[in-house]
């Protein structure tokens, strides 16, 4: 098999959250946006009935298909043709049961995967190749997926009442892969129904019995799966990506127009809870990585709402979804860096043609310009186009947005300031060059935000759009990851952000656990963002006042600079008190008062100076030796903490240290 099947989730960018990590913090606006603003009469009036539905061409199009740019044609038949007489592998009870017994996901999960990409693949090579010939393939793929029992993963057996272990047959529920999985399932029927009667008539009915049987079914008749968020208690990105898949299915392969309508009422309703629980701002708490499958996800479901009911359903003139979308493009750094914060990654190649579809809907030529530059460094059009876990619907809208994304100029225009209030993140950088100055990211909020980590107060800094000051994003997701154990996983601490670790106390987990008095400012020579962290901490830290300020200096004639000034009170000394800083940088200390960050890549010539009072700090650096393959992929083999630690036992002080940039030494 090719290494192309290989990759599959040794770790989820955007994925699960077992119930004990499910974020409860949230506030809902009455905006309800579909459903306030179409009636469910009017809805199932316009809506297309599954014949009707063609979002895109149908296998006998075979003009359509010739379109598709020649060398992903090849690329995808060669795929294919490498997956001939393929052995589908075997799902063993022992590995599922690996999750409940030691806690490990990803066994499982990458050979259910492997599955998943191989049928996707088997079903574009014959889309494209058209000759029948992997047709029994293929076959051989529906039949071993419709065989399993139960299309998610180990890591969400909370939704069904017998709880983890081995999944109850007679208990279908649907999380986010059931339903990804019944998505590609669909596409499938969609793109080869015909074809697929050629072996056995038996194989379209097998594929609606599944769907029936898994999908449509519980979806309609049940209200207390937790994404649905019908009574609200859990809101993230679930929500979206379940219903995206879940309506997919529905247009396809729902034919009692009765059970149609329903379902894309209740979609529209789930859908709305959603929306309503989201700051105006658009600001994702999830990141950039999980915008894909949140934002992402909603453009869609808003994209086959407004194509499955002949145009009725359109509210991309929404200023919040409008907002939503806008975020993807205010989070990106340069290269393949985007902010990350909490369990976002660093590194993110997020769907240039969903920002395309996006920006194009809005109106926001920035997106579309954003989008067109992403197809180009993602080499789209040349070759073989992913689908993350044999997301075909992906793949699909990719091959079909080729030619418009690419007429449009890849040169966009970078915000040089971003705040988004309601999420409390600041971005600003000193020029409008990805690859050029500094960037500085800043995050207040509060310790109960989706995929949370205890980092309120923390920051990142990139010069040349290459990382200095580092968040290190999650390892390797485990039963712990999501379990009442989460935060004694080290790299969820805020001593391994940076932030402080007052009197040996590190912040707390809960939405109390917040920044306070958070104000911003910009102008063309700076932009800051101040906040009082004291109640950051619990009671142990005791600190009365911690307030920190963050400012990123720029303009003509000076060399960008990042100052951080913490202001604090105790009201008792139990030991000195640590700044952390994280690092991926080789750190040097080459004087009291001054450590020298030099890049690891040889290549890039940016070196950034640390610099502090030396009478009020002493400086260490703890090399810490990553031995989780997610870390690892996306820090190296080790990364630094570096720990400035106060001196003596003053109960008040300001402290201050600065980021000078470029790489020389400081005046």
Excluded at 132 to 140: A, E
Excluded at 406 to 418: I, K, N
Excluded at 610 to 625: H, N, S
Aim: with cysteine; aromatic share 10%.
């Amino acid at each position: 098999m090719r290494p192309v099947f290989v990759f599959l989730v040794l770790v989820l960018t955007a994925s699960s959250l077992a119930q004990a990590q499910k974020s409860q913090h949230f506030t809902l606006t009455s905006r309800n946006l579909l459903t306030g603003s179409f009636d469910s009469v009017s809805v199932a009036t316009a809506l297309v009935s599954a014949n009707d539905w063609k979002p895109y061409p149908e296998l006998g199009d075979r003009t359509a298909w010739e379109a598709v740019p020649e060398l992903v044609r090849m690329a995808h038949v060669a795929e294919a043709e490498s997956l001939l007489g393929m052995s589908w592998p075997q799902l063993p009870a022992t590995v599922f049961l690996e999750f409940d017994r030691i806690g490990n996901r990803t066994n499982y999960q990458t050979l259910r995967n492997v599955r998943r990409r191989a049928l996707a693949t088997l079903v574009l090579g014959e889309v494209f190749d058209n000759r029948g010939r992997f047709l029994d393939d293929i076959v051989n793929g529906v039949w071993a997926i419709s065989e399993e029992t139960y299309w998610g993963v180990p890591a969400h057996l909370d939704l069904q009442s017998s709880g983890f272990g081995l999944p109850d047959v007679d208990e279908p529920t649907v999380d986010l892969f059931a339903a990804e999985t019944a998505s590609l399932m669909a596409w499938t029927l969609y793109l080869l129904g015909d074809r697929l009667d050629e072996v056995s008539p038996l194989v379209g009915r097998r594929i609606r019995v599944e769907l029936k049987r898994r999908i449509l079914d519980p979806n309609l008749e049940r209200d207390d799966f937790w994404w649905m968020a019908l009574e609200p208690s859990v809101i993230n990105n679930w929500t979206p990506w379940v219903n995206s898949n879940w309506l997919t299915t529905v247009l396809i392969a729902e034919d009692d127009p009765d059970r149609r309508s329903a379902a894309v009422d209740k979609i529209m309703r789930s859908v709305d809870v959603f929306l309503n629980s989201y700051p105006d701002d658009g600001g994702c708490d999830e990141g950039p990585g999980n915008w894909t499958r949140a934002g992402g996800a909603l453009l869609e479901v808003l994209e086959f709402l407004k194509n499955g009911t002949s145009g009725l359903i359109d509210i991309y003139d929404e200023p919040l979804v409008r907002e939503m979308g806008r975020y993807i493009l205010r989070g990106y750094i340069g290269g393949d860096y985007f902010i990350n914060f909490a369990d976002a990654r660093p590194k993110v190649t997020p769907p240039a043609a969903v920002i395309f579809r996006y920006g194009h809907r809005i109106g926001d030529s920035s997106m579309m310009e954003f989008a067109s530059f992403l197809g180009t460094r993602q080499k789209l059009g040349t070759g073989y186009i992913q689908g993350q876990f044999g997301h075909l619907g992906r793949q699909l809208m990719t091959m079909f947005e080729l030619d418009e994304m690419y007429a449009v100029d890849g040169v966009f225009s970078l915000p040089t300031d971003v705040w988004l209030p309601d999420t409390q993140i600041m971005t600003a950088r000193s020029s409008k060059l990805a690859d050029e100055g500094l960037f500085l990211a800043v995050k207040a909020g509060h310790n109960e935000e989706n995929h949370n980590h205890n980092d309120v107060g923390s920051f990142i800094i990139y010069a040349d759009g290459r990382p200095v000051i580092i968040d290190l994003g999650p390892a390797t997701y485990t039963r712990q990851t999501f379990s009442e154990d989460r935060y004694s996983i080290w790299n969820l601490q805020s001593g391994y952000h940076n932030v402080a670790t007052i009197n040996g106390t590190t912040q707390s987990f809960g939405a109390e656990y917040r920044a306070t008095d958070v104000a911003y400012a910009s102008s063309p020579d700076s932009a800051t963002i101040s906040m009082d962290l004291t109640a950051a901490y619990p009671a142990g830290a005791a600190v009365t006042r911690w307030k920190r300020r963050i400012t990123l200096f720029r303009g003509e004639g000076r060399s960008p600079e990042v100052s951080i000034t913490d202001d604090y009170a105790l009201s008792d000394w139990v030991e000195p008190t640590t700044l952390n800083l994280m690092t991926n940088r080789d750190a040097t200390i080459e004087e009291p008062g001054r450590i020298r960050l030099e890049d690891p890549d040889s290549s890039a010539s940016s070196v950034v100076y640390l610099t502090f009072d030396p009478d009020g700090l002493a400086a260490r650096l703890e090399l810490i030796q990553l031995d989780d393959f997610g870390l690892q992929r996306s820090w190296g083999d080790a990364v630094t903490r570096i720990i400035l630690e106060t001196r003596d036992g003053r109960l008040s002080d300001t402290i201050e240290m600065t980021f000078k940039f470029p790489g020389r030494d400081p005046d």
